[in-house]
């Protein structure tokens, strides 16, 4: 709440404000210094007073102020004033323990998806679980303020549907077992690769990273007429299409064939098309819109597209998760026919204008007056990827998408800095799959980078990190196979090397047909279970079975497992999904039976074991779980 003045007013006369983390409903870290930050006029003295302490500052020649809270003992509906020249006042403010959630679409999932939805969401009054979402950007440079506003909400059945389910069932988890109140600061994107969320200085003394990094900068750094012209170019030379000028209003496309949008091309006409593919409509401009701005809204386009209304370029957008919607300058919009003529380009899965939002034209300044664009548009391939030869570097590091270094740092955690938290919580490594040997350093350089972005001590102390692994996914493999899934899972697990890390396993709760498992309600409450035991000292089991050391005794292998109290199966039957390494070098089937705690291995087809494996597949069939209902930790004794 803003006392005074209005935001419009603040903005015209430069009086004091806070940066936008800084809201109603806000939960400032417990026992931990806090800054609060800002800006005002330059000169301007600004007081900061919370509970019974008062900080003050003089902004610098930019108006920047900042000031450091002394730590404070976790409380609720904590007094939060800021005096300069006006006075601001936050209302419902608390003090107790921040997590940053992050990582791709398991994190991003959120809780209207989960199973039984609708029970969860009407049951989620927890006055004392404050939840704030960070909006979605790329950006080339740390940026210091996010792309929109952002505000703290109070956990309701308003409020919880879409905000991350891993991160809410993470939260009420410890609220309610603590009492304390928790701040869940939701930052993730679907489909993205870790390296996207380290920072510049952390990539930079990478080898693998260094050249992709600094592309990323040099593609951010160049202007967007340069980049217009240098794809125009490109297209030009190698897309029949746009050689043909099928941009063109005068273009005959009666040949075309028809499709109904918005989908997919592989759902609708073109199976295993990756390439280039233009889409026509022709739509009649009532009379009253001449002369007027328009907004052509066209939804997700995967990956990329050129959009032409009467021939002329009116935007591009390379990323497939971003909306489309384009403005028609009013100069060009005329009464009559006019044509819509969409260049897509799809480098590999679906393809085309494949989300699932309405296409539409309209004004610009009445939204509600609009033409429907759903239904058929005429269509033609042009090319096929293969045949395109390399991208411009525009397009083949996706310029403007998520998935390069650094950028998600650079616009959804560098603004957050230093705003005090606790930890994170980390769901991500689907994107990364098929670098599992990278992210055995990549993963521990995310968290040092985080911790030292933050000031953080390096034994984690005082910044938690807590990782999910991956759940099981794909199809069931009845014989030991080589996985990515599990090379990454075993990343994953070694990752817990590093001081003050935790995770929570979902080696048992996944879903073998969707990538996206709806039980998060699990995924949430193991994660709290790491912090109950570390941050918190309760006496509670955080882990499953884990690998203790290996004694080969003739032709049979004896696993030792920690956290193996009351060791059992699920199902009452034998151990499932271990496999044996023989002389040979290959991997074959053990038959298992636990002995106190351990599991002793044996196969008539290894009468000389060299290595043991659990759980090693994309998607493990497992029953071995210990009395606190974890599942085994998947591992391999051979070397990585």
Same mark, same amino acid.
């Given at each position: 709440?803003?006392?005074?003045?209005?935001?419009?007013?603040?903005?015209?006369?430069?009086?004091?404000?806070?940066?936008?983390?800084?809201?109603?409903?806000?939960?400032?870290?417990?026992?931990?210094?806090?800054?609060?930050?800002?800006?005002?006029?330059?000169?301007?003295?600004?007081?900061?007073?919370?509970?019974?302490?008062?900080?003050?500052?003089?902004?610098?020649?930019?108006?920047?102020?900042?000031?450091?809270?002394?730590?404070?003992?976790?409380?609720?509906?904590?007094?939060?004033?800021?005096?300069?020249?006006?006075?601001?006042?936050?209302?419902?403010?608390?003090?107790?323990?921040?997590?940053?959630?992050?990582?791709?679409?398991?994190?991003?999932?959120?809780?209207?998806?989960?199973?039984?939805?609708?029970?969860?969401?009407?049951?989620?009054?927890? &006055?004392?679980?404050?939840?704030?979402?960070?909006?979605?950007?790329?950006?080339?440079?740390?940026?210091?303020?996010?792309?929109?506003?952002?505000?703290?909400?109070?956990?309701?059945?308003?409020?919880?549907?879409?905000?991350?389910?891993? =991160?809410?069932?993470?939260?009420?988890?410890?609220?309610?077992?603590?009492?304390?109140?928790?701040?869940?600061?939701?930052?993730?994107?679907?489909?993205?690769?870790?390296?996207?969320?380290?920072?510049?200085?952390?990539?930079?003394?990478?080898?693998?990273?260094?050249?992709?990094?600094?592309?990323?900068?040099?593609?951010?750094?160049?202007?967007?007429?340069?980049?217009?012209?240098?794809?125009?170019?490109?297209?030009?030379?190698?897309?029949?299409?746009?050689?043909?000028?099928?941009?063109?209003?005068?273009?005959?496309?009666?040949?075309?064939?028809?499709?109904?949008?918005?989908?997919?091309?592989?759902?609708?006409?073109?199976?295993?098309?990756?390439?280039?593919?233009?889409?026509?409509?022709?739509?009649?401009? &009532?009379?009253?819109?001449?002369?007027?701005?328009?907004?052509?809204?066209?939804?997700?386009?995967?990956?990329?597209?050129?959009?032409?209304?009467?021939?002329?370029?009116?935007?591009?957008?390379?990323?497939?998760?971003?909306?489309?919607?384009?403005?028609? &300058?009013?100069?060009?919009?005329?009464?009559?026919?006019?044509?819509?003529?969409?260049?897509?380009?799809?480098?590999?899965?679906?393809?085309?204008?494949? $989300?699932?939002?309405?296409?539409?034209?309209?004004?610009?300044?009445?939204?509600?007056?609009?033409?429907?664009?759903?239904?058929?548009?005429?269509?033609?391939?042009?090319?096929?990827?293969?045949?395109? $030869?390399?991208?411009?570097?525009?397009?083949?590091?996706?310029?403007?998408?998520?998935?390069?270094?650094?950028?998600?740092?650079?616009?959804?955690?560098?603004?957050?800095? &230093?705003?005090?938290?606790?930890?994170?919580?980390?769901?991500? =490594?689907?994107?990364?799959?098929?670098?599992?040997?990278?992210?055995?350093?990549?993963?521990?350089?995310?968290?040092?980078?985080?911790?030292?972005?933050?000031?953080?001590?390096?034994?984690?102390?005082?910044?938690?990190?807590?990782?999910?692994?991956?759940?099981?996914?794909?199809?069931?493999?009845?014989?030991?196979?080589?996985?990515?899934?599990?090379?990454?899972?075993?990343?994953?697990?070694?990752?817990?090397?590093?001081?003050?890390?935790?995770?929570?396993?979902?080696?048992?709760?996944?879903?073998?047909?969707?990538?996206?498992?709806?039980?998060?309600?699990?995924?949430?409450?193991?994660?709290?279970?790491?912090?109950?035991?570390?941050?918190?000292?309760?006496?509670?089991?955080?882990? $499953?079975?884990?690998?203790?050391?290996?004694?080969?005794?003739?032709?049979?292998?004896?696993?030792?497992?920690?956290?193996?109290?009351?060791?059992?199966?699920?199902? $009452?039957?034998?151990?499932?999904?271990?496999?044996?390494?023989?002389?040979?070098?290959?991997?074959?089937?053990?038959?298992?039976?636990?002995?106190?705690?351990?599991?002793?291995?044996?196969?008539?087809?290894?009468?000389?074991?060299?290595?043991?494996?659990?759980?090693?597949?994309?998607?493990?069939?497992?029953?071995?779980?210990?009395?606190?209902?974890?599942?085994?930790?998947?591992?391999?004794?051979?070397?990585?």
């Amino acid at each position: 709440m803003i006392g005074v003045a209005t935001i419009g007013a603040l903005d015209a006369r430069a009086d004091v404000r806070l940066d936008s983390l800084f809201t109603d409903n806000m939960v400032l870290q417990r026992e931990k210094p806090v800054p609060v930050w800002g800006t005002a006029k330059p000169g301007e003295r600004v007081t900061v007073s919370v509970a019974q302490q008062k900080q003050s500052a003089v902004t610098d020649a930019n108006g920047a102020w900042k000031v450091t809270l002394k730590a404070m003992p976790g409380a609720q509906k904590v007094p939060f004033e800021v005096r300069g020249d006006n006075r601001i006042e936050l209302q419902n403010v608390a003090v107790g323990d921040v997590f940053i959630c992050s990582g791709q679409s398991n994190m991003e999932f959120n809780v209207s998806g989960v199973n039984n939805a609708a029970n969860e969401i009407a049951a989620a009054n927890f &006055p004392n679980v404050r939840l704030l979402t960070v909006p979605r950007t790329v950006k080339g440079t740390r940026q210091t303020s996010f792309v929109a506003p952002v505000q703290w909400d109070v956990c309701s059945p308003k409020t919880v549907s879409a905000f991350s389910a891993v =991160g809410y069932f993470f939260g009420r988890e410890l609220n309610q077992r603590t009492g304390i109140p928790i701040g869940l600061i939701h930052a993730s994107w679907g489909g993205t690769v870790a390296e996207a969320w380290v920072s510049r200085d952390t990539m930079l003394k990478r080898d693998d990273f260094k050249a992709a990094t600094l592309k990323t900068e040099q593609i951010f750094n160049t202007p967007k007429a340069e980049i217009m012209a240098q794809q125009n170019t490109w297209f030009a030379d190698h897309d029949p299409g746009s050689k043909a000028d099928w941009q063109n209003a005068e273009f005959d496309d009666s040949s075309w064939k028809t499709m109904t949008l918005p989908a997919s091309w592989e759902n609708a006409g073109m199976p295993d098309f990756d390439g280039i593919t233009w889409f026509r409509k022709t739509v009649e401009i &009532p009379a009253a819109w001449a002369g007027k701005d328009l907004t052509l809204s066209l939804g997700s386009i995967d990956d990329s597209d050129t959009t032409f209304f009467n021939g002329e370029q009116i935007g591009d957008t390379v990323g497939w998760l971003d909306l489309r919607n384009y403005t028609i &300058p009013a100069n060009k919009v005329k009464a009559g026919n006019a044509t819509i003529a969409v260049r897509v380009l799809d480098t590999g899965g679906l393809g085309g204008l494949a $989300g699932n939002d309405t296409l539409s034209l309209s004004l610009k300044d009445n939204a509600t007056q609009k033409i429907d664009l759903s239904g058929q548009w005429n269509y033609q391939p042009s090319t096929t990827f293969k045949e395109l $030869g390399p991208l411009p570097i525009s397009l083949s590091t996706d310029r403007g998408g998520p998935n390069q270094p650094t950028v998600l740092y650079n616009g959804m955690i560098g603004p957050l800095e &230093p705003f005090a938290v606790r930890g994170a919580i980390w769901y991500q =490594g689907e994107s990364n799959a098929d670098r599992a040997q990278q992210y055995r350093t990549l993963l521990p350089d995310l968290i040092h980078d985080w911790r030292t972005r933050w000031n953080a001590k390096a034994d984690g102390s005082d910044f938690a990190f807590y990782i999910v692994q991956l759940a099981n996914f794909m199809a069931r493999k009845d014989q030991p196979v080589e996985s990515g899934w599990a090379e990454l899972r075993d990343a994953q697990y070694n990752t817990l090397r590093v001081p003050g890390t935790g995770m929570a396993s979902a080696i048992d709760i996944g879903d073998g047909g969707d990538i996206h498992p709806r039980n998060k309600q699990d995924v949430g409450k193991r994660l709290a279970l790491n912090a109950l035991a570390k941050i918190y000292g309760q006496k509670v089991e955080y882990t $499953g079975p884990s690998f203790g050391s290996l004694k080969i005794e003739g032709n049979t292998a004896r696993v030792n497992l920690t956290h193996a109290g009351g060791f059992k199966t699920s199902d $009452g039957g034998a151990p499932r999904t271990f496999a044996l390494q023989g002389a040979d070098g290959k991997w074959y089937a053990a038959t298992a039976r636990i002995e106190g705690s351990s599991v002793l291995l044996s196969s008539d087809a290894v009468p000389a074991p060299k290595a043991v494996r659990y759980a090693w597949a994309n998607n493990p069939d497992v029953n071995l779980f210990n009395s606190a209902g974890l599942p085994a930790n998947p591992f391999r004794t051979d070397a990585p």
